[in-house]
T-cell receptor
Framework: GENVEQHPSTLSVQEGDSAVIKCTYSDSASNYFPWYKQELGKRPQLIIDIRSNVGEKKDQRIAVTLNKTAKHFSLHITETQPEDSAVYFC????????????FGAGTILRVKS | GAVVSQHPSWVICKSGTSVKIECRSLDFQATTMFWYRQFPKQSLMLMATSNEGSKATYEQGVEKDKFLINHASLTLSTLTVTSAHPEDSSFYICSHPARDTDTQYFGPGTRLTVL
């Protein structure tokens, strides 16, 4: 079945710097890759997603890139702000498990002001 | 996007009791809902898929007799944790897929603490 690995587990950056979080997946048939931001005690919030027919997608300070051949995708946050501090999860779906989401282990992002 | 609610938002119970968590889709008829469990400082793990009008399907390692799921209507799915124990203490979150996309809409979660 699908396995999603996420790195790093923690990431500290200075305010204004960029942050990059990387994920790899195992099921080559997966075709949907969302990224979620979760604050303590809250629900995951979709911040950006990408489908397998696209290599890159951008929304203001957030971008996601997908390399289907290598089976990895990355989240890029530019000009980080303290309010970006949270836990970020990548996920994958569409392969063997259909529309079930398989999540990465998460990355704690700390933006220091 | 769709609105998903959960009730209660938090619950504390004694070991051995049962707890029911409700997940409602407020503006969308959901034939499928997903139930996740999230232990502290860990990721979301899918427990089961709730199917309206039929039996739920459970992920490997999840006891179907302990985590009872009922999806009797298109707007309500319930998860009952039977004979709860402290190790069942967790954050339980439901979601349902959007109609025409891959997006999932998550409920606000229920924090269960078993004493």
């Amino acid at each position: 079945g699908e396995n999603v690995e996420q790195h790093p587990s923690t990431l500290s950056v200075q305010e204004g710097d960029s942050a990059v979080i990387k994920c790899t997946y195992s099921d080559s048939a997966s075709n949907y890759f969302p990224w979620y931001k979760q604050e303590l005690g809250k629900r995951p919030q979709l911040i950006i997603d990408i489908r397998s027919n696209v290599g890159e997608k951008k929304d203001q300070r957030i971008a996601v890139t997908l390399n289907k051949t290598a089976k990895h995708f990355s989240l890029h946050i530019t000009e980080t702000q303290p309010e970006d501090s949270a836990v970020y999860f990548c996920a994958a779906s569409g392969g063997e498990y259909g529309n079930k989401l398989v999540f990465g282990a998460g990355t704690i992002l700390r933006v220091k002001s | 996007g769709a609105v998903v609610s959960q009730h209660p938002s938090w619950v504390i119970c004694k070991s051995g009791t049962s707890v029911k968590i409700e997940c409602r889709s407020l503006d969308f008829q959901a034939t499928t809902m997903f139930w996740y469990r999230q232990f502290p400082k860990q990721s979301l793990m899918l427990m089961a898929t709730s199917n309206e009008g039929s039996k739920a399907t459970y992920e490997q390692g999840v006891e179907k007799d302990k985590f009872l799921i009922n999806h009797a209507s298109l707007t309500l799915s319930t998860l009952t944790v039977t004979s709860a124990h402290p190790e069942d203490s967790s954050f339980y979150i439901c979601s349902h897929p959007a109609r025409d996309t891959d997006t999932q809409y998550f409920g606000p979660g229920t924090r269960l603490t078993v004493l």
